[in-house]
């Protein structure tokens, strides 16, 4: 069974540049993208899939600043793998004063 990674902030930067070491140290891997632009998201999958024809590269929407977009993003990837063997988090967030950190946390780590 193909390695599930996750990389978020993979359209540019770090984060594009980390996807490109990880496809050519292991091909056989599957590379989910998370990115908040659907349209820059998909360009760096083109990009990498000519790079690596035979890589298996997808992506999913999210804003990590946004908890909405957070809880929706962790629900489509639920559905769509079993499970994630390792996740990157590259993209940087912004303090939100609306956001409730401790309720985030609470809410991540509690059954």
Same mark, same amino acid.
């Given at each position: 069974?193909?390695?599930?990674?996750?990389?978020?902030?993979?359209?540019?930067?770090?984060?594009?540049?980390?996807?490109?070491?990880?496809?050519?140290?292991?091909?056989?891997?599957? %590379?989910?993208?998370?990115?908040? /632009?659907? @349209?820059?998201?998909?360009?760096?999958?083109?990009? *990498?899939? =000519?790079?690596?024809? $035979?890589?298996?590269?997808?992506?999913?929407?999210?804003?990590?600043?946004?908890?909405?977009?957070?809880?929706?993003?962790?629900?489509?990837?639920?559905?769509?793998?079993?499970? %994630?063997?390792?996740?990157?988090? /590259?993209? @940087?967030?912004?303090?939100?004063?609306?956001?409730? *950190?401790? =309720?985030?946390?609470? $809410?991540?780590?509690?059954?």
């Amino acid at each position: 069974m193909r390695k599930v990674v996750l990389v978020t902030g993979a359209s540019s930067g770090v984060g594009q540049a980390l996807c490109q070491r990880l496809l050519a140290e292991d091909a056989a891997l599957h %590379l989910c993208l998370a990115c908040r /632009n659907r @349209g820059r998201a998909e360009a760096t999958r083109a990009a *990498l899939l =000519a790079a690596r024809p $035979s890589a298996q590269v997808s992506t999913v929407q999210v804003d990590v600043s946004d908890l909405h977009s957070v809880l929706r993003a962790a629900r489509e990837l639920r559905r769509r793998f079993q499970r %994630l063997d390792y996740v990157y988090l /590259n993209a @940087g967030i912004m303090p939100s004063p609306h956001l409730n *950190l401790r =309720a985030l946390l609470s $809410s991540l780590f509690s059954r």
